[in-house]
């Protein structure tokens, strides 16, 4: 008789930290603490190890930037500038590439993002990188702020905090936000404006439920900062009083080329980082160049004052009233421009606020330097235009208005120019918004098909187009039929409306109860006809089976309709369906479901292979393997690992199911092993 032995269960080795997050969720259990008392103490933790971190990054910043200023006075200001640049570089493309691809760029939309569809949820290794990756690149000389960076950090350790004491998601929220908050508060000693940003910026909405906790954090970051550091203000300039009411059309002006300078460095920043992004060549190689371009920039400046943050250069030139000419205050304006778009497009690490707010100085500077030639009793001081100029161009790029003016405040410590400040800043928002609807920090999630409204993706509707989900079957009736055929139809069907047909079979217009009600109602003749009565098809609202029902549905919200023709693309008096509410529910339950199989299937492929995997986005052309082919076709080709992410098509996402059919011109983004990058892009332009 043969003995069974039943297998021995083996303990799956356990993560790091599980012990932690183990003993703290089983102090939770033991002891009932008060809610109000574990918000209040977490966002204290947050402020503090922010502060503390903001600390950490200030010091880190001067040690290399000691480096920095000791290499080039051996070396020389070329070889010193340029080859330090370039080394930095290297290093920073690394540590991206090797160990936090969240890291790359300004940070700001990561956070965002991660609140918006991750429920705050960021890695803890972001942090550390963060800190280092900036360093580097500021401490160098790169053109990057520090906002940027230490909000990351102060986000990512809000979440870890949450996520060790296993928090729900609108928790883990709030203390990301809370993070960003003390982030703001510690770097430019600003607890008001870091506030203000955290819940007009990161979180995209205002509620006492955020606010109170996000208030502490903020606080506590400014006070651990300041005991360390001292209390100064990040900008030491004068108090510009407003002399004349008659400077306010003045301001007007500012605030208009304000808005026009923000679009211009949303568009040339995102333009280089796609030019880079497209580039086959290693992060590290992509990230030195940007640097060396961004020194090539500087040595062509007078006195390099493009480098870095550049907010003591700009401090110093407004306490002297601006004294620079025109010609110089262009080429700083530029050059400025052109150097951040270099070190942040190239994937190196830094923050886009400070460099907002220098470009809004010099912008500034040289509306008040014009003005006082013009009218020198009106326009006394350029100074005031450079302070007010720094709220205005970041208030364009940002689409924060109130973070603007209360950063300028609290950075300066002036506040005898807030008529003008709030003037100039909400016409830049506005303008901006007018002329291109997102901001610096949404773009980027707009390319990754993210669409914010406060705080939320809202954009799920447009994954899912009309085709999939409108009803085909429609009863229609002859645009003749009389107001008699017609009253027995509506009793019959318990129909709110029709479709009219004329006597080829095209589609005439729309006949709805509401019609026959206000024919009855002014005693019409029983042989008026539906024709007669009904919407017309040149006043009909229709939808095409291409279209995606996030836009139709917009479209049926503007005139309040419950329904909406459905015509050939090609045909558009051809009626081959209807969309309706109900519709338009079974939409939205199908693209809610196929994101979360997609998010699902992204993060156990994160877990399975973190440091392998990549984006990558490929660009289909007519000719290609994949085009006018399904992707169940497709598939089969695919490596096992790879997961389609998403299809940008004609200014709108697409989330790719098994039967969506590639187009010419579709860019498709894939999740895949960087081992499986070429075959991926093989499979589906060669097959």
Same mark, same amino acid.
């Given at each position: 008789m043969t003995e069974h032995i039943e297998p021995k269960a &083996? +303990?799956? =080795? @356990?993560?790091?930290?599980?012990?932690?997050? #183990?003993? %703290?969720? *089983?102090?939770?259990?033991? &002891? +009932?603490? =008060? @809610?109000?008392?574990?918000?209040?103490?977490? #966002?204290? %933790?947050? *402020?503090?190890?922010?502060?503390?971190?903001?600390?950490?990054?200030?010091?880190?910043?001067?040690?290399?930037?000691?480096?920095?200023?000791?290499?080039?006075?051996?070396?020389?200001?070329?070889?010193?500038?340029?080859?330090?640049m370039a080394v930095a570089g290297v290093l920073v493309g690394f540590m991206i590439d090797r160990w936090a691809s969240e890291a790359k760029g300004h940070g700001v939309p990561e956070v965002m993002e991660a609140i918006a569809i991750r429920g705050g949820r960021i890695r803890p290794r972001v942090a550390a990188v963060k800190v280092l990756a900036s360093s580097l690149t500021i401490g160098a000389g790169g053109s990057a702020g520090r906002e940027g960076p230490i909000v990351q950090v102060g986000s990512a350790l809000g979440s870890t905090v949450g996520q060790l004491l296993r928090f729900s998601e609108e928790r883990v929220r709030t203390l990301v936000a809370c993070g960003a908050a003390a982030g703001i508060a510690a770097t430019f000693n600003a607890p008001i404006a870091g506030t203000i940003f955290a819940m007009e910026v990161i979180l995209g909405r205002f509620t006492v439920r955020y606010f109170g906790a996000v208030v502490i954090s903020a606080v506590a970051a400014s006070v651990t900062s300041q005991a360390i550091i001292g209390n100064k203000l990040a900008i030491e300039v004068p108090a510009y009083p407003l002399h004349s009411m008659a400077e306010l059309p003045i301001y007007v002006v500012l605030g208009l080329l304000a808005a026009l300078v923000a679009v211009l460095f949303i568009r040339v920043l995102y333009f280089t980082e796609a030019k880079f992004d497209a580039?086959?060549?290693?992060?590290?190689?992509?990230?030195?160049?940007?640097?060396?371009?961004?020194?090539?920039?500087?040595?062509?400046?007078?006195?390099?004052?493009?480098?870095?943050?550049?907010?003591?250069?700009?401090?110093?030139?407004?306490?002297?009233?601006?004294?620079?000419?025109?010609?110089?205050?262009?080429?700083?304006?530029?050059?400025?421009?052109?150097?951040?778009?270099?070190?942040?497009?190239?994937?190196?690490?830094?923050?886009?606020?400070?460099?907002?707010?220098?470009?809004?100085?010099?912008?500034?500077?040289?509306?008040?330097?014009?003005?006082?030639?013009?009218?020198?009793?009106?326009?006394?001081?350029?100074?005031?235009?450079?302070?007010?100029?720094?709220a205005a161009v970041f208030a364009g790029a940002a689409r924060a208005p109130i973070t603007a003016i209360l950063i300028v405040f609290e950075m300066s410590g002036d506040y005898k120019l807030i008529l003008p400040l709030m003037l100039a800043t909400v016409i830049a928002t506005i303008v901006a918004e007018r002329i291109f609807p997102e901001s610096i920090y949404t773009f980027k999630l707009k390319l990754k098909g993210i669409t914010l409204e406060r705080g939320r993706d809202v954009d799920i509707l447009q994954s899912v187009t009309v085709d999939e989900v409108m009803t085909r079957s429609v009863q229609t009736v002859p645009a003749s039929m009389t107001l008699v055929d017609l009253s027995d139809l509506f009793a019959e069907s318990h129909r709110h409306g029709f479709p009219m047909l004329d006597a080829d079979g095209r589609l005439s217009g729309i006949v709805t109860v509401s019609d026959l009600d206000r024919a009855v109602g002014n005693e019409l003749p029983r042989r008026t006809t539906a024709r007669e009565i009904g919407t017309p098809r040149a006043q009909l609202l229709v939808a095409t089976p291409d279209q995606p029902v996030g836009e139709v549905l917009r479209r049926m919200g503007t005139r309040g309709l419950g329904r909406m023709p459905v015509v050939e693309t090609d045909d558009p008096d051809r009626l081959i369906g209807m969309v309706r509410r109900s519709d338009i529910i079974r939409a939205y339950d199908l693209a809610v479901s196929r994101r979360a199989e997609l998010q699902h299937r992204a993060r156990r492929m994160q877990l399975r292979n973190l440091d392998g995997t990549d984006f990558v986005d490929i660009v289909l052309e007519s000719g290609d393997y994949a085009v006018d082919r399904r992707l169940v076709d497709v598939a089969p080709l695919i490596p096992d690992d790879c997961i389609l992410v998403s299809i940008r098509r004609a200014g709108r996402v697409v989330i790719p199911h098994g039967d969506t059919v590639f187009r010419p011109g579709d860019t498709v983004t894939a999740f895949v092993r960087r081992e499986d990058i070429d075959r991926i892009q093989s499979c589906l332009r060669a097959g």
């Open positions: &083996v +303990a799956a =080795p @356990e993560r790091p930290g599980s012990q932690i997050r #183990a003993a %703290l969720a *089983g102090f939770a259990e033991r &002891v +009932a603490i =008060p @809610e109000e008392i574990v918000i209040v103490t977490t #966002a204290l %933790l947050v *402020g503090i190890g922010t502060g503390l971190g903001a600390v950490l990054f200030i010091w880190l910043l001067q040690q290399i930037g000691a480096v920095t200023a000791f290499v080039i006075a051996n070396v020389g200001l070329i070889a010193g500038t340029l080859g330090t580039w086959r060549i290693p992060l590290p190689a992509k990230t030195a160049l940007g640097m060396v371009l961004t020194g090539i920039v500087a040595l062509l400046v007078p006195g390099q004052e493009v480098l870095g943050p550049g907010l003591h250069t700009i401090a110093g030139t407004i306490a002297h009233d601006f004294p620079l000419s025109l010609s110089m205050m262009a080429i700083l304006l530029f050059g400025k421009m052109l150097a951040t778009t270099f070190t942040l497009g190239s994937g190196n690490s830094g923050g886009v606020f400070a460099p907002s707010l220098f470009m809004g100085a010099v912008l500034g500077g040289m509306v008040g330097t014009v003005a006082q030639n013009l009218w020198p009793d009106v326009a006394v001081n350029p100074g005031a235009y450079a302070i007010v100029g720094m």
